[in-house]
Antibody
Framework: EVQLVESGGGLVQPGASLKLSCVAS????????MSWVRQTPGKTMEWIGDIKYDGSYTNYAPSLKNRFTISRDNAKSTLYLQMSNVRSEDTATYYCTRNRRYFDFWGPGTMVTVSS | NIVMTQSPKSMSISVGDRVTMNCKAS??????IAWYQQKPGQSPKLLIY???NRYTGVPDRFTGGGYGTDFTLTINSVQAEDAAFYYC?????????FGGGTKLELK
């Protein structure tokens, strides 16, 4: 059974950094592109970025590429999202997804709240 | 960037009814559309990909259609468990933009 489980969310102050993780199981992680998507409290869904199966290529939403970095460790079947200089508008639930051009599996999400 | 616009924003229907929701792309996207269902407190689940392909395990009362800029998701004989948000997404090319969603409520 495919499973994706995110962690690392919580309450963080504006300007801080935060690293989210997503542990995958039930499939060969190193065979798949992966993506991060976030959903605001108002239910807006926003694609953050993708990473190629071997980690050699990443692609980001232009508005986020200067502050967010996606990486992966295939030996650990783990996807990461490094967030820096966070802002109140980054408050959202963050999902990791398996990317086959469409997103066929999603984790339960981890909530990030940016507030002082 | 391509903008995806969903309509209506919400709808309230009865069990057993047939419902159609819409997704309009600001440019031609061919058949590169996916639909997702998100129930309260859950993560989204893939329903349809490449506009009309039903994903594994999705009941056949869900049907996707359309090409180019106009797409539909139809649910035949809506069931109580279909109450959810539904999102369309432009896929295959970047950025994979989402629509604003349609909330389906049951009367």
């Amino acid at each position: 059974e495919v499973q994706l489980v995110e962690s690392g969310g919580g309450l963080v102050q504006p300007g801080a950094s935060l690293k989210l993780s997503c542990v995958a199981s039930g499939f060969t992680f190193s065979d798949y592109w992966m993506s991060w998507v976030r959903q605001t409290p108002g239910k807006t869904m926003e694609w953050i970025g993708d990473i190629k199966y071997d980690g050699s290529y990443t692609n980001y939403a232009p508005s986020l590429k200067n502050r967010f970095t996606i990486s992966r460790d295939n030996a650990k079947s783990t996807l990461y999202l490094q967030m820096s200089n966070v802002r109140s508008e980054d408050t959202a639930t963050y999902y990791c997804t398996r990317n086959r051009r469409y997103f066929d599996f999603w984790g339960p999400g981890t909530m990030v709240t940016v507030s002082s | 960037n391509i903008v995806m616009t969903q309509s209506p924003k919400s709808m309230s229907i009865s069990v057993g009814d047939r419902v159609t929701m819409n997704c309009k792309a600001s440019q031609n996207v061919g058949n590169n559309i996916a639909w997702y269902q998100q129930k309260p407190g859950q993560s989204p689940k893939l329903l349809i990909y490449y506009a009309s392909n039903r994903y594994t395990g999705v009941p056949d009362r869900f049907t996707g259609g359309g090409y180019g800029t106009d797409f539909t998701l139809t649910i035949n004989s809506v069931q109580a468990e279909d109450a959810a948000f539904y999102y369309c997404q432009r896929i295959y090319n970047s950025p994979p933009t989402f629509g604003g969603g349609t909330k389906l409520e049951l009367k």
